[in-house]
């Protein structure tokens, strides 16, 4: 990337960033009105970045040079690019789009398309059944509760949807997650749930996960306590040909397949068995076609056209170019407050790699640290470092007009959702321009970039809209840096190490003298 | 703080930090045992750190030459450290410390601490009132539910808290938190709360904030419209004198004072008399025993025998001499799923400064960002890049010996919770010694720098003393950077720009044309 000539372009621009704190600096020359980008009912506003017409350019000069969007209609369309070339490698396709790629005649992907057509086709027969009561409990009573249980990609996405999309929530459907394999995590949920009518959806691609198929068994021990038959309450979400691909053990198998990665699985069965139960079928096809409209944005070739890739490019240029580490997404949207730990791990973990696609060190930099809370509260929290501190942080703000629910009420002249875009639009107006000051307490550098992604409402379509916006972005900027984004080797050695620290509780280690059991000691010495 | 002797060498020593990656690097010379520091139940081994006792050594005379220790001291006495001199400030005395200074004879703020314990008797006759049922709804039913309603300061903490400690809460007795301006976040809490058992606790010092105040009336109209008056349910916690300090609109109030911040109020009526509601008074006071335990720690003058201030300048060898720009926080416990959130606007809001006390420029960089969600999920989130990304981050682990409720299973011959510490401590390793690996995806550099905070299980007292770690630990940092931690400044510019878009909104700004209106069409264009 560093090497292209536009690469090399943007070093030289990256020396005098545009200057945001200069009068008029965000709306000169209808910058405010330009800079806009709008995809579906999304549009984001970017005056606020510390960029020129010729950073644009050259921005999209890198995204023609490094083919970012021609790669990213060869994986669309099955191009096996989970892989580090000459090495051992997980060797896939990657085709989370093609589970959403259900709403035109000939999809990118065909093959794994009705694959998940199939699977679909399976849920909504299943969902069904269990409004009918079909599908019951023992006593014949309905399920009225489901636990998700799963881990990272299968419990981090679902969660932050299943909240964002509570207020279109069926009144008697409840549904709890247990993830962690801190056994109070399971315990907590199981303290407040009544068994008898809960469905328990248990979420591994491998069938292995450690934690997941621990609280699996201490969820299966409260059943039978409860004199409840687990497979009549189990619900397997796997590969096909899983350990837990198993009939006698589960009420029904739904599949995830090898070319949909963890993290990018939200779309697939691992996301939409609990938000069917939760919404209802057809909310969840409205979400899945906000997701397959946006992935059609993602081939426009123009940057100024194309939502995810100005926004991958926009982050590269802050990143690489202006040397942020981090970026924060934060949300004026109570209902998108567990997005960001979503987000944190679907970029991260993608994108937190050392090596190129031919296994080569790289020369810059690949990911940045993402975090983020919901706005306003934020506002009470950390944005005091975000205005005034050392470190600085590009912000990508979400925000939306109106709220999900409509209860409201006007306080000193306005109502709290007026109040709530006020200060998101504030915030990103007091980030760019700061503000002199003769006290120095009161003085604000200004030009700390933002951007500012509206939509109207958070509907269960602009959900999946979000989700695929970022997941392009995070696809792309991969390509970019020319890494792979599909693997994650890193959580390797934690695991293995972590398997010798048992086998030293359990007395079973070969070597009682080393680091690992030294530190065994030294933690558990309660002196 | 870099020109001091300390400094200095440290800046020298930096060039080369320990390599954590060498043959038997963490167990040398008995480093494992030796670099441990404990402080009540809870014990901190910091092998895994980038140092030499030549390190440590130059951290001591660091902390010795910035009198760290003694501006502890004289802000536990009462001196009036929260301003800039020269210019106008809060000129305030910080005394969160004095709210748990309540188990000696000799307390080091005597007027603060009886303030403090005025309030704690007020609060048990409370308590006691709502127990007994002496205080109860119109009907004469028993309050069961308390809604929190708070932003920032007055949110984060006691959620934090109340998750944390929800293992120890009553059954008959439940909590829910309102904090956001979007209106989204109220009706998603009134849905599924009986407003007619229900407390509501309104927190604010100021009695003036926006987003409080809202929720507030939110909660009003919800009250009425069930034919219930407010001020038969609602509860003030508020500076005395306040707005909010009404007799005649609260069935009662409880008073925070002027020498203690938002962010360091969790010990203050602020976090206890909801934890009371939830817990009972005993275990609040547990609590507060923990916190108080640990202040008189920090009062030590040996960093090897002080974990706050060790913790402190550890953080700051990472963060100022090795140049890390961010600081993750994990915690092995999902009990303690938002205490990150908490530590996070505790600590950006206190150290993301970039002058000093006098109201010079700083030199060298203040806080850095601060992040964080619980282990084991983590593990499968954002953890590829702590171990293999480009971005370096130190991080500082908390886990426990045992879980809080106890229900646990052997699965594949070991429990949950030894899983849980297996994980830990092999995070932590693997962070540190890296792995060699010819196949360079499987690589691993090693060399990131964590320590590990252990304790024996996650009780009232543990938590009060975390807590109160964490809080010493920020204001250690804040003497050592010169700053004042104590004011937010940085938050007002937002709140300046938030009026004049809402002024905008309702059409009574004066300047129709300028920046604000252009912005506030733009995004509010649907296209």
């Known amino acids: 990337m560093y090497e292209t000539d536009a690469g090399k372009r943007l070093q030289q621009l990256a020396g005098r960033p545009y200057d945001l704190t200069a009068p008029d600096a965000l709306t000169a020359a209808g910058r405010l009105e ?3 980008c709008r995809a579906g009912s ?43 070339a000459g090495w051992p490698s997980e060797n896939r396709q990657v085709l989370h789009t093609a589970c959403r790629d259900i709403f035109c005649q000939n999809p990118a992907a065909p093959a794994a398309t009705a694959q998940a057509k199939s699977e679909l086709e399976k849920l909504k027969g299943f969902l069904d059944d269990v409004d009918s009561g079909g599908v019951c409990n023992a006593d014949g009573k309905k399920f009225r509760t489901l636990i998700h249980v799963g881990i990272g990609g299968s419990d981090l996405g679902p969660r932050a949807v299943h909240e964002a999309l509570q207020a279109f929530g069926r009144k008697d459907k409840d549904v709890h997650f247990i993830s962690n394999v801190d056994p109070d995590d399971a315990a907590a949920v199981l303290e407040k749930t009544d068994l008898a009518t809960s469905l328990v959806v248990i979420v591994s691609k491998s069938g292995t996960t450690m934690e997941t198929r621990a609280n699996e068994q201490l969820v299966c021990q409260a059943l039978r306590r409860d004199g409840l038959e687990p497979r009549h309450h189990c619900i397997a979400v796997t590969g096909k040909g899983s350990p837990m691909d198993n009939p006698e053990q589960y009420l029904r198998a739904f599949y995830m397949y090898d070319y949909i990665g963890g993290r990018y699985s ?14 209802g079928y057809e909310k969840i096809v409205e979400f899945l ?3 397959a409209e946006m992935d059609l944005v993602a081939e426009e070739t123009d940057i100024r056209r194309n939502l995810p890739l100005l926004l991958a490019v926009l982050g590269i240029w802050n990143h690489n170019y202006l040397g942020y580490p981090t970026v924060a997404v934060l949300p004026y949207s109570q209902a998108l407050h567990r997005f960001p730990a979503h987000l944190q791990q679907c970029d991260m973990e993608s994108n937190g790699k050392s090596i190129d696609r031919n296994g080569r060190q790289l020369v810059g930099k690949s990911g940045p640290v993402l975090w983020g809370e919901p706005g306003t509260n934020g506002q009470h929290a950390f944005y005091q470092l975000l205005h005034q501190g050392t470190e600085l942080v590009p912000v990508e703000f979400i925000g939306f007009l109106r709220s999900q629910r409509g209860e409201d009420l006007e306080v000193a002249g306005t109502s709290s959702q007026q109040k709530l875009i006020a200060n998101l639009l504030a915030q990103s107006i007091a980030l760019a321009t700061g503000k002199e000051d003769e006290n120095p307490n009161k003085y604000f550098p200004g030009n700390r970039p933002s951007i500012l992604l509206i939509g109207n409402s958070l509907t269960p379509e602009v ?10 972005k ?4 991969g390509f970019a840096w020319n890494i792979n984004s599909f693997d994650q080797e890193g959580v390797q050695l934690g695991k293995a190490l972590a398997t010798r620290l048992l086998a030293c509780m359990t007395g079973s ?3 009682p003298q080393g680091l690992e059991s030294k530190l065994l000691k030294a933690a558990c010495n309660t002196g």
Chains 1, 2 share one sequence.
């Open 42 to 84: 999304l549009r984001m506003l970017y005056s606020m970045q510390r960029i020129t017409d010729e950073v644009l350019d050259a921005l999209q000069d890198l995204a023609d040079e490094c083919r970012l969007v021609e790669q990213f209609k060869e994986m669309r369309r099955g191009a096996v690019i989970n892989r580090i």
């Open 34 to 36: 330009r800079y806009v």
């Open 509 to 511: 280690e070969s070597q």
């Open 289 to 291: 076609h906000g997701a």
């Open 463 to 472: 959900m999946g809209s979000l989700l695929a916006l970022y997941e392009a």
């Open 474 to 477: 995070i696809v792309l900027q």
């Open 266 to 279: 939200l779309t697939s069965m691992v996301g939409l068995v609990t938000l069917g139960f939760s919404l």
